[in-house]
């Protein structure tokens, strides 16, 4: 079973480049190989399913790969989100085959598409924080090409956007898990909740949590690092809009629960910084949303308040202690609603968009007018996350209400710190007010209102086969949760929901919640009746303007063209004019004209001795010696022309030492044959002396690399 859990985790990314290979040799096959390997993951993800519900946990450790080794888990909590993850997964890919018809380099899509998922495994079936971060970049180092897969100016700079983040906030989290492992000596999940249970936090480990908590912050798209969450989803291929909305973002709520949880258990100053950040992430992503004039971005901003509430109940669920089970099945229950409705609503956006090439409301209003089917889907995600009764948004959202409620019930909060903490349950209900109006906003222009021009709600209603049969049956598929959820939240909270509250170490929630009584209906009221105002005062009357939908946002708000990016890059360059230019002067004056120094007044004594010692001394024993040997030669001929030669008496044309000689016997012998022999050992005595010249220059190209390489050595030593 070991073997199939990390086979579960592995499967995804080592077929990814085969099956690449094999779809850009057979296309025909493509998306029907890629569905089969994710089915295959799918049935892995079963066995190690029922395997959990048998055992209770499967674990796994590797000890030696990257120095510290890899761990995994199954447990219910995670084993109940990885078959979220697989269903979503399994949903999209097969309604990317019709969505991504028209697309160019599907290959490269689906390859990243695999490696992504094996990421999310990863990370979800991670046992450790050093393992969540190895599959935590894994996971948003391959969704960066499904962000930029267009390829046009919007989506090469949102990949920017989207990279840049994801590679801070890295880095951010790496220097906060060596703080944490240097504090308490390990990354394991059981175990740091063990130390830190014994020996509690201080200063050192808060702030290595707040690093941790804006590396996993980022990633869920939590204030201030959502700017790539308004920017990606509209550019991104609707299918992988469903993943990064729906699955990636709970990848870095899956961190920040594992913080709350296994660190920070029952720490107060660190619930309300969590607390903090998640309100400000909930209100103001409805804000943008009700703002906004483009669907997957309206879609993109409601998922950054989701997520929001979902870290509203963490914090909650810190507050209160080990009675904080309802909190956190209220937790639990939205992350996995959110996948789910994000899952339907912006694959319903990609059907508009696969038809339409567009996504601005005025351009796609009363798209759906006569679409029934299409129109019931997006209806129930629609409701789902405005929190209306009966589906399944209602049920989390209420649950997280109700522990604001116990939290200033029970604690007896009084005073200003029970306004704080009733400002924080009218926010709540504020922000669910304002997802009423934004997607009523949106289900009443594609669905209701006609468009504008007349010629093009003409074409809209004649349009009858904008989605395949296979389609359909995802988008039902999809919305069966859903529906299940909501009708049946007893039955899902205290069989599925409640038994996962093991992994946060919250006593398990086993009471029945009044989903229906007055109380509970009370506060869903509220956010309707705020919504319904907000819509008809505000939508109807300021956002639409001579029958066109307005964007009203000011530009000037734009924390990342505003605020990042001049910081970034203005303020890097002010760093090197200021700091780094003064320190470069400085280095060059110490280093060079130092190192100059030290050559002149060091190295230039030792130089000099090897150069008069070394390469003159052998060089001067070559001449000498070369010299030696000529001299030599022209002996033994003078030699020989004295003895048993008979030189020749005619001119020589370029006379040498020999032929000199040769000459001069010549006239004192009378003897002319001499001169024949004088010329041949002449050539003999050439050839010996070019061969020695030929060695010597050897020679010298021999000593002057061995200089060289002494100077390197040198060099490297002193630098040692």
């Known amino acids: 079973m070991q073997t199939l859990l990390l086979l579960l985790v592995l499967f995804p990314i080592v077929t990814a480049v085969p099956a690449y290979f094999i779809a850009k040799a057979a296309p025909r096959i493509r998306e029907w190989l890629f569905r089969g390997i994710v089915l295959a993951e799918c049935a892995l993800g079963a066995v190690v399913c029922a395997a959990v519900c048998r055992t209770g946990s499967v674990a796994l450790v590797i000890p030696a790969v990257l120095g510290q080794g890899l ?85 090469m700079r949102a990949g920017e956007t989207y990279l840049g983040v994801a590679v801070i906030s890295g880095m951010v989290l790496l220097v906060g898990l060596f703080m944490l492992y240097t504090q308490a000596g390990t990354l394991d999940f059981m175990l740091l909740r063990s130390f830190f249970t014994t020996n509690g936090t201080d200063g050192f480990t808060f702030a290595a949590g707040i690093l941790i908590l804006l590396g996993f912050g980022a990633k869920a798209g939590t204030y ?77 901003c409601s998922s950054m308040s989701q997520i929001g509430f979902i870290l509203v109940g963490a914090s909650f669920t810190l507050l209160l202690g080990h009675e904080g089970g309802l909190a956190q099945c209220g937790t639990l229950l939205h992350m996995a609603n959110h996948s789910l409705i994000k899952l339907t609503l912006f694959m319903a956006a990609g059907v508009v968009a696969m038809n339409l090439h567009a996504l601005e409301l005025n351009d796609i209003r009363g798209f759906g007018r006569k679409k029934p089917f299409i129109m019931v889907i997006f209806l129930i995600g629609a409701l789902g996350i405005m929190g209306i009764p009966g589906f399944c948004g209602y049920i989390s959202k209420t649950m997280l209400h109700e522990g604001i409620v116990e939290y200033i019930a029970e604690e007896g909060l009084v005073g200003l710190t029970r306004t704080v903490f009733k400002s924080v349950e009218w926010i709540f209900l504020l922000s669910g007010g304002l997802t009423v109006a934004y997607m009523t906003k949106l289900f009443v222009c594609i669905f209701v209102e006609k468009n504008a021009d007349a010629k093009k709600q003409a074409a809209f209603d004649a349009k009858k086969d904008y989605l395949s049969g296979l389609s359909r049956g995802v988008f039902v598929l999809s919305a069966l949760p859903m529906l299940c959820i909501g009708l049946l939240p ?118 000099s001795f090897v150069e008069t010692v070394l390469i003159k001394g052998t060089v001067l024993f070559t001449l000498y010696a070369a010299r030696f040997i000529a001299i030599a030669f022209d002996a033994v001929i003078l030699f020989l022309m004295r003895t048993v030669l008979h030189p020749h008496a005619y001119h020589f044309r370029v006379e040498t030492n020999a032929e000199r000689i040769g000459r001069l016997i010549v006239k004192i012998s009378g003897k002319k044959t001499v001169r024949h022999y004088a010329s041949r050992l002449q050539s003999l005595s050439d050839t010996v002396s070019d061969t020695v010249q030929s060695e010597y220059n050897s020679f010298s190209f021999a000593f002057a690399m061995i200089s060289l390489g002494i100077i390197i050595v040198l060099l490297f030593v002193l630098l040692r």
């Not at 409640?498 to 006593?507: H, I, P, Q, S, Y």
């Not at 029958?547 to 530009?555: A, G, I």
């Not at 990342?560 to 060059?588: C, Q, W």
């Open 490 to 607: 007893q039955v899902v909270n205290l069989s599925v929901i409640a038994k996962a509250n093991d992994f946060f170490g919250v006593e398990v929630f086993t009471h029945k919640v009044a989903f229906f009584g007055l109380e509970s209906l009370k506060g869903a009221a509220i956010s309707i009746g705020i919504g319904a105002v907000v819509y008809c005062l505000f939508v109807r009357k300021v956002f639409i303007r001579d029958n066109r939908y307005v964007d009203l946002w000011p530009k000037t708000v734009d924390l990342e063209e505003k605020v990042y990016r001049p910081v970034l890059i203005r303020g890097n360059l002010f760093l090197i004019r200021r700091v780094f230019t003064p320190l470069s002067s400085f280095f060059e004056i110490v280093l060079t004209r130092g190192t100059l120094l030290f050559i002149r007044y060091v190295f230039a004594p030792v130089a």
């Open 71 to 155: 761990s995994f888990c199954a447990d219910n909590f995670r084993i109940l989100y990885t078959c979220i993850s697989l269903f979503l997964w399994l949903m999209t890919i097969t309604f990317s085959g019709e969505y991504m018809r028209h697309y160019e380099h599907k290959e490269r899509y689906y390859l990243f598409y695999l490696i992504t998922l094996g990421g999310v495994m990863g990370v979800f079936l991670s046992a450790d924080l050093f393992t969540t971060f190895v599959f935590f970049e894994i996971m948003s180092f391959a969704s960066y090409p499904l962000v930029i897969h267009e390829e046009n100016p919007h989506a």
């Open 224 to 300: 201030p690092l959502h700017v790539w969450l308004p920017k990606a989803h509209p550019v991104a291929p609707a299918p992988a809009s469903a993943l990064l909305s729906g699955i990636l973002t709970k990848s870095g709520v899956f961190g920040i629960i594992v913080l709350c949880a296994d660190v920070f258990a029952g720490n107060e100053r660190f619930a309300f910084v969590l607390l903090t950040l998640a309100v400000i992430t909930m209100f103001t992503g409805a804000l943008l949303a009700l703002f906004s004039t483009n669907l997957k971005r309206t879609l993109a």
